[in-house]
């Protein structure tokens, strides 16, 4: 190629580059014209929706007959020596500060204060497991129905337990006194026990061949049902759980020297409450006055 051929090749492709320049630039400026801002750009982002988290409802209270049968479960493990210690971690503590006890109790126990009466551990049950109330001779008296009733009624447990034991030593010493044998009491002992003496005495009239100290085992049984009694009696709100089948009430003896919880004929627990619906004296109003609901 001649050098003036050249020269105008040349010439070209320098009056070209100012057009190819306005063209590539006109790109970028058009791309940089749509290109959002860093804060536009998360304004505009597409939401994506972030799932709330799901919060898990209350655990499954069990039925009534399936607390029971756990409650036999846990004390066949116990006498046994196979006792799993369920719920006595330091995370079941870290839950109990964390959550309600009406998501996981599955029983109320009602039972006597006698040290040799571990609740929990007879039933191989742990923090939060069970609602438990201790009084001297497991009395059904003012306080203990309250109890009760908070247990039934606002920790929904399912299932009440009215717990005496052998050799209970209230129940002796209603006994002792009745005999004419017993002691001086101290000032407040015997307001505390007085719910005891109409059981030992139905035990006297219904073995009338038992005498002395052996009378105490049949005054233990019959105080079980005495404070079941009492129970219904007072407290039309425990009846109202009973009746519409949220909630069952069954008595049981617990052995100090084997461990062992014998169940009582759960048949005469609705013997008693047929007979306390025909009473009159019944209390009729389940909530205290000017209460409406729970």
Same mark, same amino acid.
């Given at each position: 190629m001649n050098r003036t051929v050249k020269l105008v090749v040349g010439a070209c492709c320098l009056l070209a580059l100012p057009v190819l320049f306005a063209i590539g630039c006109g790109e970028d400026t058009k791309e940089a014209a749509h290109k959002p801002s860093p804060e536009k750009a998360v304004a505009m982002k597409p939401s994506v929706h972030e799932p709330t988290p799901h919060k898990a409802g #209350?655990?499954?209270? #069990? %039925?009534?007959?399936?607390? +029971?049968?756990?409650?036999?479960d846990g004390n066949k493990r116990f006498v046994e020596g196979k006792s799993n210690h369920p719920h006595a971690d330091a995370a079941r503590l870290i839950q109990a500060g964390k959550e309600d006890q009406g998501d996981h109790a599955y029983a109320t126990v009602i039972t006597c204060s006698d040290s040799r009466v571990p609740v929990e551990h007879i039933f191989d049950a742990g923090i939060m497991d069970i609602f438990v109330i201790r009084v001297a001779g497991n009395v059904c008296d003012v306080d203990e129905r309250g109890s009760i009733e908070y247990g039934l009624a606002h920790v929904h447990t399912p299932v009440l337990v009215v717990l005496g034991h052998t050799q209970c030593g209230a129940v002796t010493a209603v006994t002792h006194a009745i005999h004419g044998t017993g002691h001086a009491l101290e000032l407040n002992i #015997?307001?505390?026990?007085? @719910? +005891?003496?109409p059981a030992v005495r139905r035990a006297m009239a219904n073995h009338p061949d038992v005498h002395g100290d052996k009378i105490i085992p049949y005054a233990i049984e019959e105080n079980i049902w005495q404070g079941i009694e009492d129970l219904f009696m007072n407290s039309p709100a425990t009846r109202n759980l009973v009746n519409s089948g949220a909630a069952k009430v069954v008595?049981? =003896?617990?052995?100090?020297?084997?461990?062992? &919880?014998?169940?009582? #004929?759960? %048949?005469?627990? %609705?013997? =008693?409450? &047929?007979?306390?619906?025909? @009473?009159?004296?019944?209390?009729m109003n389940p909530?205290? %006055?000017?209460e409406g609901g729970h």
């Open positions: #209350p655990p499954h209270k #069990p %039925s009534p007959d399936e607390a +029971i049968a756990m409650l036999k #015997p307001p505390l026990v007085d @719910n +005891i003496e008595g049981a =003896i617990y052995d100090v020297g084997t461990g062992k &919880v014998e169940w009582l #004929p759960e %048949s005469k627990v %609705s013997d =008693i409450l &047929v007979k306390v619906e025909a @009473n009159p004296k019944r209390a909530m205290a %006055s000017g």
